[in-house]
T-cell receptor
Framework: GAGVSQSPRYKVAKRGQDVALRCDPI?????LFWYQQALGQGPEFLTY????????KSGLPSDRFFAERPEGSVSTLKIQRTQQEDSAVYLC???????????????FGPGTRLTVT | DAKTTQPPSMDCAEGRAANLPCNHS???????VYWYRQIHSQGPQYIIH???NNETNEMASLIITEDRKSSTLILPHATLRDTAVYYC??????????????FGTGTRLTIIP
């Protein structure tokens, strides 16, 4: 079946430009996560949605980063006034909510590689 | 979440068993051990998880020591496609799918032909 998809796969932005990164989670998955992965490092948590509610945005590095999921499915991560340090791979993951369960895997998309020049 | 320690890199001959260690000496009683891997240019992929019993699935086996302070991921017959970065993650069980994953730097496993 269809997995998590992200677009674009690659994005080059000039410093100061705004960018928008899209994530299409697996249909029916309630939870959606965004992670940032710098070169040579493991992914780092940015923000989490349960349906349309953003329940945790503690990992967003600055107020230039904004995420939304207005209808509880597709999510967009927006970065305003991009800086060189924003260059990274941005990963989206979704997860189902299973009543009565106590462990869940997250399904990751392929990521969007952002390069800020 | 408990901190984990993994060797930065390992090699394994194709067809042999790959044994990837992970130390998590500060793990709490309600924390699970998860393993994910990330093949080049792809997102991380779930492999297996466990609490205290050994676990096996179609991809791998997970051996957790009795004191739960360390574990080993075993890929029984490694293939070239198993070349990836392997992450050991310890976290509280997620009852509602809302638990973020805290990745370290993982172990870069290279399968040698």
């Amino acid at each position: 079946g269809a997995g998590v998809s992200q677009s674009p796969r690659y994005k080059v932005a000039k410093r100061g430009q705004d960018v928008a990164l899209r994530c299409d989670p697996i249909s029916g998955h309630v939870s959606l996560f965004w992670y940032q992965q710098a070169l040579g490092q493991g992914p780092e948590f940015l923000t989490y949605f349960q349906n349309e509610a953003q329940l945790d945005k503690s990992g967003l590095p600055s107020d230039r980063f904004f995420a939304e999921r207005p209808e509880g499915s597709v999510s967009t991560l927006k970065i305003q006034r991009t800086q060189q340090e924003d260059s990274a791979v941005y990963l989206c993951a979704s997860s189902p909510n299973l009543a009565g369960g106590n462990s869940y895997e997250q399904y990751f998309g392929p990521g969007t590689r952002l390069t800020v020049t | 979440d408990a901190k984990t320690t993994q060797p930065p890199s390992m090699d394994c001959a194709e067809g042999r068993a790959a044994n990837l260690p992970c130390n998590h000496s500060t793990i709490s009683g309600n924390e699970y051990v998860y393993w994910y891997r990330q093949i080049h240019s792809q997102g991380p992929q779930y492999i297996i998880h466990g609490l205290k019993n050994n676990e096996t699935n179609e991809m791998a086996s997970l051996i957790i020591t009795e004191d739960r302070k360390s574990s080993t991921l075993i890929l029984p017959h490694a293939t070239l496609r198993d070349t990836a970065v392997y992450y050991c993650i310890v976290r509280v069980a997620a009852n509602f799918g809302n638990e973020k994953l805290t990745f370290g730097t993982g172990t870069r496993l290279t399968i040698i032909p």
